[in-house]
């Protein structure tokens, strides 16, 4: 039976100048193994200026608004430059937004592409599209090849709270219009992302999402009665403050990046993905589960930072170019 005393006999029968020196080692080794165990820590959530390169990274997949683009809704220039190296090295860039198909593409490809570097087609980078939260994707040629739409009864109901609760509700449809139950001042704020005109009537379109527009302190109130009244029937998330959004149940943005990187030969595990919002917290759980780089920029919502292996700068400060050259893709 080994005693405390057995343990410490070494150092008790030494000199005392030997006593001195153990002690001495002793507690320069503990000092060195805390500072190492501080270290790897904090390197593993990426701080600024450490390189990350994987060789396995091929592609990105990155959000749009709050991530590749700052809080003006502009491509900033360091952002733009990494965008067209990207592009030149022949490195997929799949765009996975929230959004819809709208004039926001043609802004962002006038931005970064000339004759030099050329878009794949009017809706795509060189890689393809995924859409509206997932539920449409568009190939390289900009072709749809996949549409997931709401039930018609969650449409209906949703439309049904918004007109008793005074509310205002969006429509995202097939057609590539953005549909408003009644008028409300945030309808702006959806024009400045580049998002299609807000107008019209449904008609015969079918529906990818719906919007619920709020004030962003009425968040979470607005949240828990939308996922009341649509119970299991869709799935419920926010990627702008104040925007709760009613998808179809159980989708989200991995189940398009699943679809896009399929289409490239790709796996998850092979991709740099980029987010800010809860609408990309599965994406980025994905890729991370399969041995990809899931990253968030530093505005992100804490919920995505928790899901993140490291977070970078924020999407003011270039966090999304800092992001794909410490992770060696603008060395390929």
């Known amino acids: 039976r080994l005693r405390v005393s057995d343990l410490l006999m070494p150092w008790l029968g030494a000199p005392l100048a030997r006593r001195a020196f153990l002690l001495r080692r002793s507690w ?19 701080s600024p200026g450490v390189i990350m390169a994987r060789p396995s990274l091929r ?6 608004d709050g991530t590749l683009m700052n809080s003006h809704h502009e491509l900033p220039e360091a952002n733009r430059q990494a965008l067209r ?17 709208g004039p926001w593409v043609e802004a962002l490809l006038r931005a970064v592409c ?3 570097v050329r878009a794949a087609s009017p809706w795509t980078l060189n890689a393809p599209g995924v859409f509206v939260q997932g539920q449409l994707v ?14 018609a009864q969650v449409v209906e109901m949703c439309f049904e ?3 008793r609760r005074a509310w205002s509700v969006l429509a995202y449809t097939t057609d590539d219009r953005v549909i408003a139950s009644r008028p409300h001042p945030r309808t702006v704020d959806i024009e400045k992302l580049g998002e299609p005109f807000v107008a019209g009537e449904l008609g015969d379109a079918s529906v990818f999402k719906m919007i619920f527009l709020a004030d962003p302190k009425d968040e979470t109130e607005v949240r828990d009665a939308v996922r009341g009244f649509v119970g299991a029937e869709a799935t419920v998330v926010v ?5 709760v959004e009613v998808l179809p149940r159980g989708s989200s943005k991995a189940d398009g990046v699943e679809i896009a990187l399929k289409m490239l030969g790709l796996s998850a595990g092979e991709v740099l993905a980029l987010g800010d919002g809860e609408n990309d917290i599965e994406m980025l759980q994905a890729v991370r589960a399969a041995g990809g780089a899931a990253v968030a920029v530093g505005n992100a919502r804490p919920a995505l930072k928790e899901v993140a292996e490291s977070v970078v700068s924020s999407n003011d400060e270039g966090g999304w170019a800092e992001a794909v ?4 893709l603008l060395g390929q």
């Open 28 to 46: 320069v080794s503990l000092v060195g193994l805390l500072f190492g165990l501080a270290a790897t820590l904090f390197f593993s959530r990426g």
């Open 59 to 64: 592609a990105v997949v990155t959000d749009v």
């Open 85 to 101: 190296r990207l592009i030149q090295s022949g490195v997929p860039v799949v765009l996975a937004t929230g959004k819809h198909r």
């Open 114 to 116: 000339d004759d030099e």
């Open 138 to 151: 568009c190939d390289l040629e900009g072709a749809v090849v996949h549409r997931k739409v709401l039930a």
């Open 161 to 163: 709270e918004a007109k």
């Open 239 to 243: 990627s702008i403050p104040g925007m």
């Open 325 to 328: 050259e410490r992770w060696g």
